[in-house]
């Protein structure tokens, strides 16, 4: 069974740049994660997707920040315009369904901005 | 609001000696608690969950609702066990069902 996908794996960028993050779960799914790691600290959750509709997006900070899955299958978060804190692994992970399931992680995409 | 806390960012044992890495947690119902795992150059991934009851690769972790702990232990480590370790709740209702926060992990290095 093929894992969970993630594109890029690393990314450099300027402050105020754009950059955009690509998730494919594992198939079948329904459940999407996106996760932000700050060095030396663990993951915290910043969107979860429901197939195509958001369940919790409390700790997304959405002025800059913005996710979508728009077929339920494939996501893409995106940040613009980028800050330095935003440095960090974000993870992508997904999960049967939503509940006290299994999540499967991604390698991540390692961001660091400059 | 639910807190995890692992209060040792390093732990560095013995091949052979008993290891036991800490999490404390805050959380006002009844929650669910994991331990998640990266080996190096791998995937963050699931170790073992309170709700199965299970030992995974000789680990346990028992739930302490009264210290609000679920620390994690093996009696004899291996050199293979050496990874990150994340303590990590999920919430029993409401939004915070099935949403889990992390501890900000301990590195466990078993040495020869």
């Known amino acids: 069974e093929a894992g969970v996908a993630q594109s890029p794996r690393y990314k450099i960028i300027e402050k105020r740049q754009s950059v955009a993050f690509w998730c494919n779960p594992i198939?079948?799914?329904?459940?999407l994660y996106w996760y932000q790691q700050i060095l030396g600290q663990g993951p915290k959750l910043l969107i979860q997707?429901?197939?195509?509709?958001?369940?919790?997006d409390s700790q997304l900070p959405k002025d800059r920040f913005s996710a979508e899955r728009l077929k339920g299958v494939d996501s893409t978060l995106k940040i613009q315009p980028a800050k330095l804190e935003d440095s960090a692994v974000y993870l992508c992970?997904?999960?049967?369904?939503?509940?006290?399931?299994?999540?499967?992680f991604g390698p991540g995409t390692r961001l660091l901005v400059l | 609001a639910q807190r995890v806390t692992q209060p040792e960012k390093l732990l560095s044992v013995f091949k052979g000696a008993p290891v036991e890495l800490k999490c404390n947690y805050s959380?006002?119902?009844?929650?669910?608690l994991f331990w998640y795992v990266q080996y190096s150059r791998q995937r963050l991934q699931l170790l073992l969950r309170h709700i199965s009851r299970e030992s995974i690769k000789g680990f346990t972790a028992d739930l302490n609702k009264g210290e609000t702990s679920f620390h994690l232990k093996k009696p004899f480590a291996q050199e293979e066990d050496s990874a990150m370790y994340y303590c990590a709740l999920s919430g029993d209702g409401g939004t915070s069902y099935g949403k889990l926060t992390f501890g900000q992990g301990t590195i466990l290095t078993v040495h020869p």
């Open positions: 997707f429901q197939n195509n509709g958001v369940v919790d």
């Open positions: 959380y006002s119902g009844s929650p669910e």
């Open positions: 198939s079948g799914h329904a459940t």
């Open positions: 992970a997904s999960s049967i369904r939503t509940g006290l399931q299994t999540q499967y």
